[in-house]
């Protein structure tokens, strides 16, 4: 009785082995089988992109109630996510940002950044993301108009490392205006309300939105300097760089990108290359 039990016993496993072999293998192009790995992107920490920004630069990105808030914020969020990553946030100084990216100090730069020769020198960027230009501040009451009325010793405010700064050393510098950086952009608006400059040049969309709260500042001219954002990535991380423009391109193409844009810029047109395709 013994033997003939081990002998039902070992047909039952050879009949359940033989059922098992039978199964087909998952396919996992076909999505039913059970889950398949998300394809990991490299980066300095597994399945987290810290992004450095200034977190001071309305309304691209800031801080409110502890969060990080912006244009720049909820894109960049909206890409990681596409990615499988977590976004964690590193405050860095914007003079600095590129060359601390460039030493992969954090993945990538979000901070309303243009992409510029000079900067592709140090870091790769992104597709452009948004479209820029400066903006002459001046008070109110002040009777300047255009860039044409800043002469001799008046003080323009920029803040340091940005292309404001590169526009007002170019153009205003040379008319006799002294150039005064700061390290944060709202101090230089802050310092043009106490009187102590002439005025600022800033991006535009920022100093709109600084300037919101401020009614003695008003943006007397806006500048065409045909700038494109850009998210700035380190040099030695080309597959990041390269992932982050795929999303991109999924986030511009399904409508993700218009919903982002009219939630900072509402009653302002998306521009044709950023129009949803799909």
């Known amino acids: 009785m013994r033997r003939r039990s081990s002998l039902l016993v070992l047909g039952a496993l050879l009949v359940l ?55 720049d914020v909820d894109l960049a969020e909206e890409i990681a996510g596409r990615l499988g990553l ?15 990216v460039a030493g992969q100090q954090f993945d990538m730069v979000a901070a309303a950044s243009t992409i510029t020769d000079e900067r592709l020198q140090t870091v790769d960027f992104s597709d452009p993301y948004y479209n820029s230009r400066q903006a002459l501040v001046v008070a109110t009451d002040s009777g300047i108009t255009s860039t044409d009325d800043i002469g001799e010793g008046d003080r323009v405010g920029v803040q340091r490392g940005t292309t404001g700064r590169g526009y007002a050393e170019e153009v205003l510098e040379p008319q006799g205006a002294e150039i005064v950086s700061f390290q944060a952009a709202p101090d ?9 400059l002439v005025a600022v040049v800033n991006d535009e969309p920022s100093s709109a939105e600084i300037i919101e709260d401020l009614p003695t500042l008003t943006i007397a001219q806006p ?3 045909d700038e494109r954002y850009g998210f700035a990535l380190s040099k030695d991380n080309p597959e990041l760089t ?37």
């Open 17 to 71: 082995l033989a059922t098992a072999c039978a199964e087909e293998p998952a396919d996992p192009e076909a999505g039913g089988g059970g889950e398949t790995a998300a394809p990991t992107v490299p980066t300095i920490q597994e399945g987290v992109l810290q992004v450095g920004s200034c977190l001071d630069y309305p309304p691209f990105e800031s801080v409110e109630g502890g969060d990080e808030v912006g244009f």
């Open 86 to 100: 977590e976004v964690e946030w590193v405050r860095a100084d914007f003079d600095t940002i590129f060359t601390a």
């Open 188 to 196: 230089a608006f802050r310092d043009l309300e106490a009187g102590n």
């Open 223 to 225: 500048i065409d300097t």
């Open 242 to 278: 390269e992932a982050v423009n795929g999303a991109l391109a999924e986030v511009v193409a399904d409508g993700a990108y218009a919903e982002i844009f009219e939630r900072y810029f509402p009653g302002v047109e998306v521009p044709p290359e950023f129009q949803p395709t799909a």
